[in-house]
């Protein structure tokens, strides 16, 4: 399986993208943002970090990179594209998703371990996964979910809620929402479900060393629901 | 306009030392030359009152590479792979403007690791603040750490450690002092000494500004009620821009281009291109035209003074230039030749053509002044006498809680919770234990590194307070199952030119030298940060270690948290009951006097290097160093990352539970072990000689000592946890 990770000025998640896409069996290349074609993939990632030092808005500056318009033909064909925290933020300013990422609601960076509940498994990211509650970890300053409440309503009724912060039994409530997001979303996909964005890191979560290894059950998946 | 002493002392010049310029160089300089002069000789870039006592430290070691000297140390940690780390305070500017001031002390250590070639792989910390009770403590903590999380968020370096107290003295002075580790391949270090003739020096990052002129005299003046004013002079940090810096750098740095880099530091372009031009013995010509400026009809004076960050000086080898350019333009940073190196051992400064400076660069670095100030001898102070109507109205479990949330002893979560602690995927220990951890990335190796200070033990004695700081470090490393190989020091002290802050100054660094040397800790790098005094009221003498250890197979690294209720828990080294300067003495007692806990530093060697061979041996499950407290504050702490109880015995040759439970004897571990290695654990701990008894065994849920204490992990967890959450949101 062929996947792309872009690298935009500021990215600083790509490494550790590469080294789990790598580890689960990914062949996996890097692309520079200034580059005009995609070469040909299975998925594509827009990795975390702060592209253009999330200046001006987080994303809105990548999401007018050279790379961009490849990326959003990908999508156009049904390609998967992957955005996780920063990639999200982008994915979000092209317009490939909807809604808003606004700073948390303490006005401060979080970073910890957090659970979250796979609220739709009709799709290639989550299909037949073998939990449906994951420990993944969040980086974030900007991860507040916001939509207009039209929009909220097409993606509840399109099935676009993704993820969503919970405790660890899996019960989703204001409680366990770490930045004030929007019915608690972490994650949420388009109309079609090619493309996801997320705020949480499966990436850093990849073996037992690390804070747990949630994240190789999500790359696991992944994998297997694209052979 | 003609320089004149008035002039000079305005330059934070003494009227002596200008008119050491005026005769060295047959001359009165002109104002750019000035600007060179004050900068290159204050205190913070020459060191001359503690250069001579920094002699004295123990550099050299068989697994060093690069003591002190450069832009950071280097130490082999086996195959080819090398550690590059470096402490550096940035506590003036911090204070003045918090959230730049601290961003911009993590931009500028984490520059001095990648010019040489590293790739960062973990920040820390070491932060102090004034009296919870000061009405500026909380907006400066709050900027401090959203400072420091801003730069190495946006870097992608995950902070991994660090430590925060809270003292009256640094009421009107906080110190940041940051510390960032590295990794390079040893065949591939750069360093800072120029070499080769006519060779091109190429600057590149960002653009030059008006910022941050003078910081580096700042650094080394005394606060005054105008402080405030001197905001101008504190640099203005974009990680982002760094980030660039960084990546591009690493690239250029793949082949064999670079002769020689240095970061743009303190005093900026004028100590980088003179100290590579010192180092390799040659002279620098710098056409300042082409140097790319921010801000229009900026002067020679402002150019070479300026502070503007994320700024690189490369001496390149010949034919070389085109390619480097390519790869700078790649990043979308700035690419100029500024000058060359010459044969002259002279700084020559030319702008719109004129030569506006021409120094040997000897004046500036070899014959700057050199200080032996006064100071004495600190004597030990008389121990108090405690007796049992001291403790009679106190609860074992209430002085606990009470100790628990004191704001140095409580849980640090709300600050690190904001730093990035877990990007570039390697951090095996969080920030929370006794160090942090990442590993070697694409190795079973990792590193430990942890960050130390005892402002109240140097302050008491300060020779006992240097040893007893690196002795803590070495043990944080040992607790985390760490060869300790090496450390750096952030000595920050008030004014060096009053006796008694000069005599902790020598006296800490005596400690610190005679610790490291007897434990095989040697010192790689470091800095010196003096004038920590407002209104005449300096700081309590605090160098800072930061103290890096190896760990050969990670995944025998040691955490804090108890492991499995049936465990048996050990303290090893003995138990005294030292109260004097202990935190029970000071905020339970309210005894603020008396000696430091005495270190024996035979002691802490066997026990440590006995420790961590019951660690590689696989004997031990989880340990703790035991530290500000004492046993049940380590105990407490244990629990509450094992999220497990104890059942503790009375322990034997008691004197008093108050002196055996919060005292805070040195060298000193717990350790958590299975009841079947016992016999074998007791062989090896008896015939090293190491002191030991056993203290209890791990419990379901409460820590209990019979008929005295009986505490629950949630009672323990509020005391500890909530503290500091609570004050930032009031």
Redesign the interface.
């Known amino acids: 399986m062929n996947s792309s990770v872009i690298i935009f ?2 990215s ?2 790509d ?2 993208m590469d ?2 896409l790598k580890k689960f069996g990914f062949n996996n290349q890097m692309i520079w943002h200034n580059d005009v074609d995609l070469p040909k993939s299975d998925l594509v990632v827009l990795p ?3 592209s ?4 001006l808005r987080c994303g809105s500056i990548a999401a007018k990179s050279k790379i961009i318009e490849s990326v959003i033909n990908f999508i156009n064909s049904g390609g998967l594209v992957l955005g996780i925290c920063n990639g999200f933020q982008i994915l979000i300013e092209t317009g490939s998703l909807p809604g808003a990422l606004l700073r948390n609601k303490y006005l ?5 371990n957090v659970f979250v509940k796979i609220n739709n498994q009709k799709n290639s990211y989550f299909k037949s996964i073998k939990k449906d509650i994951l420990e993944l ?1 969040i ?1 974030h ?1 900007e991860g507040n979910y916001f939509c207009t409440q039209d929009e909220i309503k097409q993606i509840e009724d399109n099935n676009q809620i993704a993820l969503c912060y919970s405790n660890e039994q899996g019960e989703i409530d204001e409680k366990y929402n770490p930045n004030g997001s929007l019915k608690n979303i972490a994650g949420i996909f388009n109309k079609k479900k090619n493309v996801l964005g997320m705020m949480p ?1 499966p ?2 979560m ?1 073996d037992k ?3 747990g290894d949630d994240g190789s059950i999500f790359f696991e998946t992944l994998l297997n629901n694209i052979n | 306009m003609i320089v004149n002493e008035k002039i000079a002392v305005d330059h934070g010049l003494k009227k002596s030392e200008f008119k050491e310029i005026c005769n060295l160089l047959k001359r009165v300089p002109n104002l750019t030359e000035l600007a060179l002069f004050s900068a290159m000789w204050n205190e913070h870039c020459s060191y001359k009152s503690s250069k001579l006592h920094l002699k004295k430290l123990p550099t050299a070691g068989k697994k060093v590479i690069q003591g002190p000297g450069e832009n950071a140390g280097v130490i082999d940690i086996g195959d080819e792979d090398a550690i590059v780390f470096k402490i550096e305070s940035h506590n003036h500017p911090s204070f003045i403007e918090p959230y730049q001031g601290a961003a911009t002390g993590v931009g500028g250590i984490m520059r001095d690791v990648f010019t040489m070639g590293a790739r960062p792989i973990a920040n820390l910390n070491s932060i102090h603040f004034g009296s919870t009770q000061h009405k500026k403590t909380k907006n400066l903590l709050r900027g401090v750490v959203q400072g420091i999380g801003g730069y190495g968020n946006c870097m992608g370096i995950p902070t991994v450690g660090g430590q925060t107290c809270f003292d009256e003295s640094y009421n009107g002075n906080i110190l940041v002092n940051a510390m960032t580790l590295g990794l390079v391949n040893k065949n591939k270090i750069f360093y800072s000494k120029a070499a080769g003739l006519n060779k091109p020096i190429i600057y590149v990052g960002s653009k030059t500004g008006r910022d941050g002129i003078h910081g580096a005299s700042m650094a080394s003046a005394i606060f005054d009620d105008q402080i405030e004013e001197k905001k101008p002079t504190v640099q203005v940090g974009d990680p982002f821009t760094e980030k660039l810096l960084l990546e591009a750098c690493l690239e250029l740095m793949a082949d064999d281009s670079i002769i020689a880099i240095q970061d743009m530091g303190a005093a900026g372009l004028t100590s980088s291109s003179i100290e590579m031009a010192s180092k390799g013995k040659l002279g620098i010509e710098l056409n300042l035209n082409k140097v790319p400026c921010r801000e229009l009809s900026m002067t020679p004076y402002e150019i070479m003074l300026s502070e503007s960050q994320e700024r690189m000086l490369i001496v390149l080898e010949n034919g070389k230039e085109e390619k480097a350019k390519k790869i700078f333009d790649k990043w979308n940073l700035d690419f100029a030749i500024i000058g060359k190196t010459t044969s002259t051992k002279k700084i020559e400064i030319y702008f719109e053509k004129n030569k506006v400076a021409d120094v040997p660069i000897e004046l500036l670095t070899n014959k700057a002044p050199e200080y032996n100030r006064k100071w004495k001898k600190t004597k030990l102070p008389t121990k108090n006498k405690f007796n049992k109507n001291d403790y009679k109205n106190l609860k074992i479990s209430d002085v606990l809680k009470k100790i628990l949330s004191n704001p140095n002893i409580c849980s640090k979560e709300w600050i690190w919770k904001q730093y990035d602690h877990t990007v570039m995927g390697d951090t095996i220990q969080r920030p929370g234990g006794d160090a942090g951890v990442v590993r070697v990335h694409g190795t079973s190796k990792a590193v430990a590194a942890s960050v130390d200070s005892s402002a109240d033990y140097c302050f008491s004695h300060p020779l006992t307070g240097g040893k007893q700081i690196v002795c803590e470090s070495w043990r944080n490393m040992i607790s985390v199952g760490a060869q300790p190989i090496a450390i750096t020091n952030c000595l920050n002290f008030g004014n060096p030119e009053k006796e008694k802050n000069m005599s902790e100054f020598v006296e800490c660094v005596e400690g610190i030298g005679e610790a490291s040397k007897y434990l095989n800790y040697p010192v790689v790098s470091g800095n010196v940060s003096f004038y920590n005094e407002t209104k005449n009221q300096g700081i309590k003498p605090t160098p800072s270690i930061g103290g890096v250890g190896l760990i050969k197979d990670y995944k025998k690294m040691i955490s804090m948290g108890l492991k499995k209720v049936g465990n048996l828990i050990l303290v090893i080294g003995k138990t005294e009951g030292h109260i004097d300067q202990s935190i029970f003495a000071r905020e339970i007692l309210n005894q603020k006097k008396g000696p430091p806990p005495e270190i024996n530093l035979f002691n802490e060697k066997n026990n440590g290097e006995t420790v961590l061979k019951l660690i590689t041996d696989g004997f031990i499950k989880s340990a703790h160093d035991i530290s500000v407290g004492g046993i049940l504050v380590a105990l407490a702490k244990m629990s509450i990352n094992g999220n497990k109880g104890i059942n503790i015995k009375k322990p034997q040759n008691l004197v008093n539970y108050f002196e055996y439970f919060f005292g805070e004897d040195q060298g000193r571990y717990i350790i958590e072990v299975e009841k079947n290695d016992m016999d074998k654990i007791k062989y090896i701990l008896e015939k090293n000689s190491v002191y030991f008894n056993e203290i209890g065994i791990i419990e379901e849920k409460n820590i209990v000592l019979k008929d005295k204490l009986n505490i629950t992990i949630d009672e323990l967890i509020k005391s500890n946890k909530t503290w500091l959450t609570n004050y930032m949101s009031k």
């Open positions: 000025p500021g600083n998640c490494r550790d080294v789990a975390g970090g702060f253009y030092g999330d200046y401060e960076f979080i970073c910890k970890h980086a300053n890191h990436e850093r990849i060393y690390l804070s």
